[in-house]
């Protein structure tokens, strides 16, 4: 039998998840859609929908993924009216609702398996598997220095380079953490730089690791972006084109003097643990590095009370909150 498990793409911003989306969407059983950003969003605000185990209520959860102003779910391209009858048939959880939706968009493409990419799921992980307990995660790891440095020339990326630091820096721990405590099968890490070195070997280890047969198409995703890439986001340009090595190092033109001694400073164990290079650079300013420090701080406080929240909060949950759609979600054995 072959896999049906979820897949989720996670890693730092700018560290190529899109690029590594499409050729997972290339692949001829796996459909991954643009971000539709639901799934965070819905998790936070199940209470507002009441208890999905009346008609009423499930329909009220899929109209506001279908209609919600923020939930993106447009991207999906598919019928909002029928999507929303097919949560209210569904089984009477929150997972099962945002797997409909996924589900619904890898059969617009007749495929059996779905997947989904958002680099800001690293912080949600545990969250992922309350909602998908059979979920695979992908973490694509890039050289800390590039994902600065491309951070920084984002219009939508409105923080300073402190920020950015401290963004590829939690993606890196975070990824430490889960893969500690995830189970076998359940986490795989690559990096970018191989991947677009080789991607036909890196490819075929991960299809390995999905449980999926290699498809030598996933080596031009570029086929798919068109389709599968939103026009306004710009920013992908680079996702039009083959695959390419051009854009690893190129932060040593694009990061000033004092912005490389910055990352080698506080990120130096990281990047030499994954085989990075550093420059040798002199130590960044104490005053920059206590910058990094104090942002590092306040991102952990705010998470710490989100994660007291929602402790105390699942007290307050009438039922479950698993999808019940795949095989492994329904208790049978997972195939690894």
Same mark, same amino acid.
């Given at each position: 039998m072959q896999s049906d498990r979820p897949i989720f793409v996670i890693g730092c911003p700018r560290s190529g998840t899109t690029m590594l989306q499409l050729m997972l969407h290339s692949h001829a059983r796996i459909a991954v859609p643009p971000e539709t950003r639901f799934v965070v969003p819905g998790y936070y605000r199940r209470f507002s929908f009441g208890d999905l185990r009346q008609e009423a209520n499930r329909r009220r959860l899929g109209r506001?993924?279908?209609?919600?102003?923020?939930t993106k779910f447009k991207e999906l391209k598919l019928d909002a009216d029928r999507f929303v009858e097919d949560v209210v048939a569904g089984p009477p959880t929150l997972g099962s609702a945002f797997g409909i =939706?996924? !589900?619904?968009? =890898?059969? !617009?493409?007749g495929k059996p398996r779905w997947g989904d990419k958002r680099p800001s799921y690293y912080h949600h992980v545990d969250m992922l598997l309350r909602l998908f307990p059979d979920a695979q995660f992908v973490h694509l790891i890039r050289d800390g220095r590039d994902c600065v440095a491309s951070l920084k020339e984002m219009p939508w990326y409105t923080k300073d380079v402190f920020?950015?630091?401290?963004?590829?820096?939690?993606?890196i721990d975070f990824g430490r953490r889960h893969a500690r405590r995830l189970p076998a099968g359940s986490y795989y890490e690559l990096r970018y730089e191989n991947l677009t070195a080789d991607p036909e070997t890196e490819l075929s280890k991960l299809c390995a690791y999905l449980g999926e047969d290699y498809d030598p198409a996933m080596t031009e995703p570029y086929h798919v972006a068109r389709m599968a890439i939103p026009q306004h986001k710009v920013w992908h340009g680079n996702t039009h084109g083959e695959v390419t090595t051009a854009r690893s190092g190129s932060w040593r033109k694009r990061l000033e003097p004092w912005e490389i001694a910055l990352c080698e400073t506080v990120l130096a164990e990281r990047l030499t643990s994954l085989g990075y290079e550093l420059t040798g650079a002199p130590e960044a300013d104490k005053a920059h590095v206590a910058a990094v420090e104090a942002v590092a701080a306040k991102r952990r406080r705010a998470r710490r009370?989100?994660?007291?929240?929602?402790r105390i909060n699942r007290f307050r949950e009438s039922g479950p909150v698993a999808a019940q759609l795949t095989t492994g979600q329904l208790g049978e054995p997972v195939r690894v």
């Open positions: 506001w993924i279908a209609g919600g102003k923020d =939706a996924f !589900r619904s968009y =890898a059969a !617009r493409y920020h950015a630091v401290n963004n590829w820096a939690e993606a009370r989100q994660e007291v929240r929602d």
